[in-house]
């Protein structure tokens, strides 16, 4: 038996009795780096926070509900990481349903009050942009995605499309054209997204034809 | 570098047992509220580092009223690193607030509120039995 199994089964049984007061700290300081980096390390997840958070979020259900554990199943590592990839969907899922339904109330507000055309374009791009998201944050979908697009330029405008990036600036800044008048930039900006877009929707069929 | 990285980690659990009664940092929480003390000025009440003071705050909160208090008090203050005696005080001063609360069945911020209510209460009844009996006396003999 080696170190790490003593340790897993003595960690899970001072769990188990609930009167061991470090039993959850340590568990913390046992698990819980490790847990981040095969989650970061797994998923194409760029904001950390809800990474760091499934990890968190995995080990205090555990340490609430330690008999949820079998240990003749599995190593307590394998049950963690995948009950925080479980979280780690779970949240991301929302944030996307999230985003879609704030990107369809602005759409309406548009509507309702008649808001200019350059600010519809953007919104409807940012409902693809999120659609995007759910197609892309498999690390395996991500390696071909970035084969597909291998213009550094395009690679960092994509990568601020994922981030849900609105201001024209922080495009602008990309492409160096900064210096351009404002309905230039939002111009430019624009037909590059389009592009980037379309590509991205080719590469999804490309995917979803492949998956069928 | 990896050590920052894990104290923010450690961080980020501490804020979140902080909302769990079960853990030390819910008291360590409470504490600084009742106290005044910022978060950030615990670790050097407590003498200990902040990484410190997030493992103590990960740790599960010993019952003061358990005859095992001491000895688990003992036994997070050696794992955690803090002062012990510090630590004691902390956990039996937030029983004690607790303890309050739940008599006064107000919330912690709403405690004076709750004593001016039992007051006004017991004011009121003896108006009550004041005008009571004051009514009893003004009452005609027939």
């Known amino acids: 038996?080696?170190?790490?199994?003593?340790?897993?089964?003595?960690?899970?049984?001072?769990?188990?009795?609930?009167?061991?007061?470090?039993?959850?700290?340590?568990?913390?300081?046992?698990?819980?780096?490790?847990?981040?980096?095969?989650?970061?390390?797994?998923?194409?997840?760029?904001?950390?926070?809800?990474?760091?958070?499934?990890?968190?979020?995995?080990?205090?259900?555990?340490?609430?509900?330690?008999?949820?554990?079998?240990?003749?199943?599995?190593?307590?590592f394998n049950y963690l990481v995948l009950a925080a990839k479980g979280d780690l969907i779970n949240a991301v899922n929302k944030k996307v349903s999230r985003l879609k339904t704030e990107i369809n109330i602005s759409a309406v507000e548009n509507e309702e009050f008649g808001g200019n055309k350059v600010t519809e374009a953007v919104d409807t791009e940012a409902a693809d942009e999120t659609r995007r998201l759910r197609i892309i944050y498999g690390r395996e979908l991500a390696t071909k995605l970035l084969r597909e697009i291998s213009d550094p330029t395009d690679r960092a405008i994509l990568s601020l499309m994922i981030d849900n990036v609105r201001e024209t600036t922080e495009y602008a800044s990309v492409l160096g054209i900064t210096k351009l008048p404002q309905s230039e930039q939002r111009k430019r900006v624009k037909m590059h997204k389009d592009r980037i877009g379309k590509q991205l929707e080719r590469f999804g069929k490309r995917q979803s034809g492949k998956a069928n | 570098m990896e050590k920052q990285t894990d104290e923010r980690l450690l961080a980020r659990a501490f804020k979140k047992a902080a909302e769990l009664s079960l853990f030390v940092a819910a008291d360590l929480?409470?504490?600084?509220?009742?106290?005044?003390?910022?978060?950030?000025?615990?670790?050097?009440?407590?003498?200990?580092?902040t990484i410190e003071l997030y493992k103590l705050g990960l740790c599960r909160r010993p019952d003061p009223l358990s005859p095992s208090f001491r000895s688990q008090v003992d036994k997070i203050a050696s794992y955690s690193g803090?002062?012990?005696?510090?630590?004691?005080?902390?956990?039996?001063?937030?029983?004690?607030?607790?303890?309050?609360?739940?008599?006064?069945?107000?919330?912690?911020?709403?405690?004076?509120?709750?004593?001016?209510?039992?007051?006004?209460?017991?004011?009121?009844?003896?108006?009550?039995g004041r005008s009571k009996r004051r009514s009893k006396k003004k009452k005609p003999k027939k």
């Not at chain 1, 609930?18 to 760029?46: C, I, K, M, N």
């Not at chain 2, 929480?29 to 580092?49: D, H, M, Q």
């Not at chain 2, 006004?120 to 108006?127: I, L, N, V």
Request: net charge negative; charged share 20%; with cysteine.
């Open chain 1, 1 to 76: 038996m080696t170190t790490r199994d003593q340790f897993e089964l003595s960690i899970h049984g001072r769990l188990l009795a609930g009167a061991d007061p470090t039993a959850s700290a340590e568990l913390f300081e046992h698990y819980q780096s490790r847990l981040v980096s095969v989650l970061r390390a797994s998923f194409w997840q760029r904001d950390d926070s809800l990474i760091i958070d499934a990890a968190t979020d995995a080990l205090f259900n555990y340490i609430l509900n330690p008999a949820s554990y079998d240990p003749q199943k599995s190593p307590l």
């Open chain 2, 29 to 49: 929480r409470l504490y600084a509220s009742l106290n005044g003390i910022p978060n950030e000025k615990l670790s050097s009440f407590l003498k200990c580092t």
């Open chain 2, 82 to 128: 803090v002062n012990g005696q510090r630590l004691a005080q902390v956990l039996r001063e937030t029983d004690t607030a607790k303890t309050m609360w739940t008599f006064g069945n107000a919330p912690l911020g709403a405690r004076s509120a709750g004593y001016l209510m039992a007051a006004r209460d017991k004011e009121d009844s003896s108006e009550t």
